[in-house]
């Protein structure tokens, strides 16, 4: 089983925003598409969605309010990793502080 969509096209598409964004609903991933200024229909997304299902490279999260998200563990972790190192570097940038001697 792959892990991930090897041809580049619709459902690797969807794949590198879930990849990247996050799991999100169907709703949001149209608004994502649409920004993207690609010519999918909304039957072919719909259908790249359940070729996908089936092939087993995403999942569905019906607690969640149908949240779509990958499905492999391991891209899951790199996601996490990838963004706890981001908020990491984000957190070790301060400020100097200055302090005014002779204040008294």
Do not use: H
Not at 19 to 24: A, F, L, R, S, T
Not at 28 to 35: E, F, S, T
Not at 59 to 77: A, H, P, T, Y
């Amino acid at each position: 089983m792959k892990l991930r969509p090897t041809a580049r096209g619709n459902s690797r598409t969807i794949f590198d925003i879930l990849e990247i964004d996050g799991p999100m609903s169907l709703t949001v991933l149209y608004k994502k598409l649409k920004q993207r200024k690609l010519p999918m229909t909304n039957e072919q997304i719909d259908n790249c969605l359940k070729n996908m299902r089936s092939r087993d490279w995403i999942e569905f999260n019906f607690k969640e309010s149908q949240k779509i998200d990958i499905r492999s563990k391991v891209l899951k972790q790199q996601r996490t990793l990838q963004r706890n190192m981001l908020t990491d570097q984000r957190t070790e940038v301060k400020t100097p502080e200055f302090t005014e001697e002779g204040a008294a």
